[in-house]
C-alpha cells in the first residue's frame, strides 16, 4: 500500500513541468523522499506558495469578514487532517473525538465567538450542524484559503496547514488527542514535539 501511494505522488510529479516549494527543507524533502532527481525532467522553483498571499490582503480580509456579518465576531477555525490511508478509511474514532469536542465548545464559547470546522476533503464525517449554535459548517462557496484569512485562530492537528497559517502571526492550536497513534502510524517530517505552537490533547484543555 505504501508502495502504491508513494507511486501514485511521484506519478502526479512526473505529470509537472515545475514543482514548487516554499523553503529548501521541503524541496530537500520532496527530492528526497519521492526519488525525483534521477527522472524529473521538469524544474524545481523556490518560493512562496500563491495561496498564501491572500494572507496578505487586509482589504479582502475586512470585506469578507463584513460580507459575512462577522466584524464583531472572533473567528475559530477547525481543519483536522485526515485519518486513514487510501485504501481504508478510519474516521469512527476521529468521529467520536470530534463530536464530543464540538459539543463541549459549543457549551463554553461565548457569545461573540464562532467556530467554523472544515473537514479534508478525504473524510466522511458527516457532522450534523444544525446541533450547534456558535459551531456552523465552513462556507463552501469560499476558497479554503480565503476564508481561512479571517480566523483568529487556526485548531488544527498535524495538517501542513499550520504552516501556512502561521504567515499571519496569529494563534495555531494543535488539538492531538491521538498523537502516538497518529505519529505511529503516518510520521512527520519534522519532530512534532519541536512545533512551536500550542498542542493540547483534551477537550478540557483546549478550552483554558
Known amino acids: 500500500e505504501d508502495m502504491v501511494t508513494i507511486g501514485n505522488v511521484q506519478r502526479n ?28 525532467k521538469g524544474k524545481y522553483l523556490l518560493n512562496g506558495y500563491p495561496r498564501n498571499h491572500i ?14 456579518h462577522l466584524e464583531e465576531k472572533k473567528v475559530l477555525l477547525y481543519m483536522p487532517t485526515w485519518r486513514g490511508s ?28 464562532v467556530l467554523y470546522v472544515k473537514e479534508h476533503n ?10 450547534f449554535e456558535k459551531i456552523k459548517e465552513f462556507p463552501s462557496e469560499f ?6 484569512s479571517i480566523a483568529d485562530c487556526l485548531i ?12 499571519t502571526g496569529r494563534k495555531v ?9 497518529y505519529l505511529k502510524d503516518r510520521g512527520m517530517y519534522i519532530d512534532f514535539s519541536t512545533l512551536p505552537f500550542e498542542k493540547v490533547s483534551t477537550t478540557k484543555e483546549l478550552l483554558v
Request: proline content about 1%; some cysteine.
Open 13 to 40: 510529479f512526473f505529470m509537472c513541468d515545475y514543482i514548487l516549494a516554499p523553503n529548501s527543507f521541503t524541496l530537500d524533502v520532496i527530492r528526497k523522499d519521492y526519488m525525483l532527481d534521477k527522472f524529473y
Open 55 to 68: 494572507f496578505l490582503d487586509e482589504k479582502r480580509q475586512l470585506s469578507l469578514r463584513k460580507e459575512l
Open 86 to 113: 487510501h485504501a481504508l478509511r478510519n474516521d469512527t474514532e476521529q468521529f467520536y473525538y470530534i463530536m464530543h469536542m464540538l459539543i463541549e465548545l459549543d457549551k463554553s464559547l461565548d457569545e461573540d465567538s
Open 122 to 131: 478525504m473524510s466522511s464525517l458527516k457532522i450534523d450542524f444544525e446541533q
Open 143 to 148: 476558497e479554503t484559503y480565503e476564508f481561512l
Open 156 to 167: 488544527t492537528d498535524y495538517s501542513s496547514v499550520m504552516f501556512d497559517f502561521a504567515n
Open 173 to 181: 492550536v494543535l488539538y492531538a488527542y491521538d498523537e502516538e497513534e
